[in-house]
């Protein structure tokens, strides 16, 4: 795949038997008490243009800007780079974008280790939400984080997340206490990453980690190393290849990310295996144990986003984006193209979650300060606009 080479602005500009399933939760599913107008859909012919944040008509890009100026390096936790929206975090390795009319981009941003939760973004003041109590020993933590189904009217956010004996999906509101939905997913020494996503079909997609135990991820009876598929309520979602169960998909190990087309009728899920990283496609009912496309280098693949013709894949281990381009029937068509690294676009370094603004731009988060080189900003919050794809054909 052949993508434009660009300025040190190419892609972020400012512009994720019986199954032990006593731990469902049942609690009262009112909303966060707050009011929340549905946003109005934005298109790529609208993007928003935050690189001047002095004008009224601020819009995302979609294109990048064709001045050469070079951009100064941070200043403490001041960052003169526009495609930043929050800075001096502390390992963010999950964001949830908020939907937008275009002039503004907030999201949510989840630290790793202390399990706080911010709201962040160009259209307000960094400000923290919630603080879930996490054990962040190893790989665990605050891993997952996805805005409810129906999040314009119950203004509901899910985590995934670790506790001192188990993994576990909660869900909060602003100004309320977490609630458990779905307990009980093993934890291990290792293997506790999750993500999570809502699939567009009012359902929660639920990526869990294999626990340290690779036998897990192939255990029918076990909830470690699955693409779990739940209601808001933690129940199996309707649906599902077995009717009783959550899960969709087995065989995972370490996952880094979930995503999907917008529709929700292609998903993908990456995933940090023994002796390589993979992006696997979800089909409900089927083993994880033909990769679309793996990385025998393990560049720590996290995040995603689909971008129709074309799937970006994060990387925290080599700083980067893996764009892999898509055929008309969805499946990988070449060698991923590599941006994002300082040579090909700006680097901000280790990168985690990803999750789509519109069908051009996504927010991302670093992770630099869990072993990477961090700036005076980091950890941080940035956009990224989508690059065309071009080529076809697996080499």
Request: charged share 20%.
């Amino acid at each position: 795949m052949g993508i434009r080479a660009r300025r040190s602005w190419p892609l972020a500009l400012a512009a994720s038997g019986a199954l032990l399933l006593s731990g469902c939760a049942q609690f009262d599913d009112s909303a966060g008490g707050q009011s929340w107008e549905p946003a109005p859909e934005l298109t790529p012919e609208v993007g928003p243009q935050p690189d001047l944040p002095e004008a009224d008509s601020r819009r995302l890009p979609s294109e990048p800007p064709t001045s050469q100026t070079p951009i100064p390096p941070p200043d403490g936790c001041k960052d003169f780079d526009k495609a930043v929206i929050a800075t001096c975090l502390d390992t963010v390795s999950a964001v949830a974008a908020l939907p937008t009319d275009g002039s503004t981009v907030n999201a949510y941003a989840a630290e790793r280790k202390s399990g706080r939760v911010f709201l962040v973004g160009n259209g307000t003041k960094k400000s923290e939400v919630t603080t879930l109590p996490v054990t962040a020993a190893g790989d665990g933590g605050l891993t997952g984080l996805a805005l409810s189904p129906t999040f314009t009217e119950d203004r509901l956010l899910y985590a995934y997340l670790t506790t001192p004996t188990d993994n576990r999906v909660v869900r909060f509101a602003e100004g309320q206490q977490p609630k458990p939905v779905l307990t009980g997913i093993p934890k291990g020494t290792t293997g506790n990453r999750g993500a999570i996503l809502a699939d567009g079909k009012g359902a929660l997609l639920v990526a869990t980690g294999d626990a340290g135990n690779p036998a897990a991820a192939a255990d029918p009876k076990s909830l470690a190393g699955k693409v779990l598929r739940i209601t808001p309520a933690g129940k199996p979602a309707e649906g599902n290849p077995k009717p009783d169960s959550p899960v969709i998909a087995s065989g995972l190990h370490s996952p880094g990310g979930l995503c999907k087309t917008t529709d929700g009728a292609r998903l993908w899920v990456t995933d940090r295996g023994g002796a390589k990283d993979a992006l696997y496609r979800i089909e409900p009912g089927k083993t994880l144990d033909v990769p679309a496309w793996t990385w025998p280098d393990k560049p720590g693949v996290t995040g995603c986003a689909d971008w129709t013709d074309m799937v970006a894949v994060a990387t925290s281990g080599a700083g980067n984006i893996q764009n892999l381009p898509l055929t008309e029937e969805g499946s990988v068509g070449g060698k991923p193209q590599v941006t994002m690294d300082g040579a090909n676009g700006t680097s901000y370094g280790k990168l985690s979650s990803l999750d789509p603004v519109t069908p051009d731009v996504a927010v991302a988060g670093t992770v630099n300060k869990d072993g990477g080189q961090p700036v005076s900003s980091d950890d941080r919050v940035v956009l990224i606009v989508r690059q065309p794809a071009s080529g076809s054909g697996r080499d």
